[in-house]
């Protein structure tokens, strides 16, 4: 069975930092290439971050260049979203996603707030 | 970045009700476009990808039309389960970008 994991999620203040993860199992991690996306509360999806299966491409959003980094371990079949600098506006559920959309995760809801 | 324009925002129809849902890019596209189904808590789910190619498990009166700019989701007979937010999403180039959403509703 196909399984996407995300862990991380929380509650954390403006300009506070957080690492999302994605565990992958059942399907061949290292061959996919992987997304992030996230629905603020009440919105709709956002595309957030992408990565290429060897990590060779790696593109982002405008909405979160130069704060957020996307990184991946395929030997531990995992993905993960380095967010820095948070503001209120990225406060969503994050998920992770393979490239063709055809498996995604659960989410995890990141807040942040004062 | 590519736009996505998704209509209608919402509407409203009854179990076995023809549904049509539409999406324009901003530029061609090709046939780079999924449509997905979300419901309340879940994660989105992949109904078709490659504009007109039914995701396998996915029941067949979802169907997709179009290329370039003009795309159609289509549910032939809105059945219960049906009831749901549905998302376009070009992934012809990054950012890949999503249409706004159509919510469907129980009339």
């Known amino acids: 069975e196909v399984q996407l994991v995300e862990s991380g999620g929380g509650l954390v203040q403006p300009g506070g930092s957080l690492r999302l993860s994605c565990a992958a199992s059942?399907?061949?991690?290292?061959?996919?290439?992987m997304n992030w996306v996230r629905q603020a509360p009440g919105k709709g999806l956002e595309w957030v971050s992408y990565?290429?299966?060897?990590?060779?491409?790696?593109y982002y959003a405008d909405s979160v260049k130069g704060r957020f980094t996307i990184s991946r371990d395929n030997a531990k079949n995992s993905l993960y979203l380095q967010m820095n600098s948070l503001r209120a506006e990225d406060t969503a559920v994050y998920y992770c996603?393979?490239?063709?959309?055809?498996?995604w995760g659960q989410g995890t809801l990141v807040t942040v707030s004062s | 970045a590519i736009q996505m324009t998704q209509s209608p925002s919402s509407l409203s129809a009854s179990v076995g009700d023809r549904v049509t849902i539409t999406c324009r890019a901003s530029?061609?596209?090709?046939?780079?476009l999924g449509w997905y189904q979300q419901k309340p808590g879940k994660a989105p789910k992949l109904l078709i990808y490659?504009?007109?190619s039914l995701q396998s498990g996915v029941p067949s009166r979802f169907s997709g039309s179009g290329s370039g700019t003009d795309f159609t989701l289509t549910i032939s007979s809105l059945q219960p389960e049906d009831f749901a937010t549905y998302y376009c999403?070009?992934?012809?180039?990054?950012?890949?970008?999503f249409g706004q959403g159509t919510k469907v509703e129980i009339k």
């Open positions: 996603a393979s490239r063709g959309g055809d498996y």
């Open positions: 059942g399907f061949t991690f290292s061959s996919y290439s």
């Open positions: 990565i290429s299966s060897s990590s060779s491409t790696i």
């Open positions: 530029q061609g596209i090709r046939n780079d």
């Open positions: 490659a504009a007109s």
């Open positions: 999403l070009q992934d012809y180039n990054y950012p890949q970008t």
